[in-house]
């Protein structure tokens, strides 16, 4: 079982980005989805192309106060 989002209390899966670091997914794959996962690392959905992977959206991208649990100081691309 997952864990939950201890903002929204919502489900959440965890993987790991290309830099190693830990990132929160919502649990269910979707066509509107930001990344895919690639022998279990987060990826941009461009650096899967070509193989049919399931999209996963970030659920920074889905929780109503993840302003809240983003690092201070990281400059957003």
Not at 16 to 35: A, M, S, V, W
Not at 46 to 65: I, K, N, R
């Amino acid at each position: 079982m997952g864990d939950r989002c201890r903002s929204c209390d919502a489900p959440i899966e965890w993987a790991i980005t290309t830099k190693g670091q830990r990132i929160p997914l919502d649990p269910e794959p979707g066509p509107g989805g930001n990344l895919v996962l690639v022998d279990g690392v987060a990826r941009h959905p461009t650096l899967g192309e070509g193989v049919p992977y399931l999209q996963y959206t970030s659920h920074f991208a889905t929780c109503p106060d993840a302003e809240r649990f983003r690092r201070k100081g990281k400059v957003r691309r």
